[in-house]
């Protein structure tokens, strides 16, 4: 959802007024607050509510309205703007980032949303931040974009984006690496012929992660069936994948010519599933699979899901360890890759020499 321009601007104001009041000190009241800043009452429920999600305040009712702010007020203050969308790879990225900046001391983190539908950064305002952590609502970033970021005075860094020549810092997982991970555990599981299921938009990231498994397959004979989803900017990977993998068993007439699936992302994975249990495929008996995922979320499926992981935590110290270089006058600029890590669960079943199609 997007924010009104007035009510971001509430919500910046007081952010920055909460430095003055110490955690469990009393706020200004419902009624100070609208004098003081000249707000209607819609505007600053709504900031209030927003702060209150954020935990910088408590509000007791009958009482009033408490501050939970125990950053230091020379804390850097960084602008952190995500997409505004359901992934589970951003929702567990931003809490991380928000652990992060709460319990290391010298960082104050503020959160604004960018819509999916409009790439365009240049329309963030940076006035007053010291930094600023952006990660793109799509990994093909503009020229123009990319010109705007680079002549910006405070350091910025971009999370799993191209930056390119442009001297702009850097933080990614190394996607090629995870791809190559879940294909090589498919062959020592025996899986000789795969279905690559693309329920991603056709962006950098999906595709780079695509055609490094593609690369791995060939070098080791494995033979692939490509399933494009057809997906988006803004669609639900998990149903897109879902009617995806269902039309492909329908033109196959239900027979599914492959003993293994490798999805490139982990939201379409319940899609799939759903799919090939309904022709009649049990998991991991009849098909195995692999996605890339987060490490929390996985575990959760049924069966629980063998993933190529991202380590953010490793991204979070990373992004945050730069950017603490750049502010000290230790570096100008920073390119740093996180290498994935595959974890095994119930998903892959290993092949013996005769299953092997």
């Not at 971001?8 to 955690?23: A, G, H, I, V």
């Not at 974890?343 to 892959?348: A, N, P």
Request: net charge neutral.
């Amino acid at each position: 959802m997007k924010l009104e321009p007035q009510i971001e601007k509430l919500y910046q104001t007081l952010d920055r007024e909460l430095d003055n009041f110490p955690s469990g000190t009393k706020f200004f009241s419902t009624r100070k607050l609208m004098d003081k800043f000249k707000c209607h009452r819609g505007v600053l429920d709504e900031v209030l509510d927003r702060l209150e999600a954020n935990r910088l305040i408590d509000r007791v009712p009958q009482v009033g309205i408490f501050s939970r702010v125990t950053r230091r007020p020379n804390a850097h203050k960084v602008l952190f703007a995500v997409p505004d969308w359901p992934s589970e790879m951003t929702l567990e990225w931003n809490r991380m980032a928000g652990s992060y900046a709460e319990t290391h001391e010298g960082w104050k983190l503020c959160s604004v949303m960018l819509a999916p539908e409009d790439g365009k950064v240049s329309s963030l305002s940076v006035d007053g931040y010291d930094a600023a952590i952006i990660r793109m609502p799509s990994p093909n970033v503009s020229r123009a974009d990319m010109q705007w970021l680079a002549s910006l005075s405070i350091p910025v860094v971009l999370l799993n984006a191209d930056t390119g020549s442009f001297e702009i810092s850097s933080v990614r997982s190394a996607d090629a690496n995870g791809a190559t991970l879940a294909c090589h555990h498919f062959y020592r599981c025996g899986h000789r012929k795969i279905a690559v299921v693309q329920s991603e938009p056709h962006t950098l990231l999906p595709e780079k992660r695509i055609s490094s498994f593609a690369c791995s397959a060939e070098l080791l004979g494995i033979r692939l069936v490509k399933i494009d989803c057809m997906t988006v900017s803004g669609e639900y990977a998990q149903y897109k994948a879902y009617l995806g993998m269902k039309q492909y068993l329908k033109e196959h007439g239900g027979i599914a010519d492959f003993t293994a699936v490798y999805a490139v992302t982990g939201e379409a994975v319940p899609g799939i599933m759903t799919a090939l249990r309904e022709f009649g495929y049990e998991l991991p008996r009849d098909i195995s699979i692999i996605a890339h995922s987060t490490e929390l979320i996985g575990k959760f499926y049924h069966p629980a899901l063998t993933a190529v992981c991202v380590d953010l935590g490793a991204e979070v110290e990373a992004v945050f360890s730069g950017l603490a270089s750049i502010l000290d006058r230790q570096a100008a600029c920073f390119q740093t890759e996180v290498p994935m890590k595959l974890v095994e669960r119930d998903s892959v079943r290993k092949l013996t020499p005769n299953e092997r199609i």
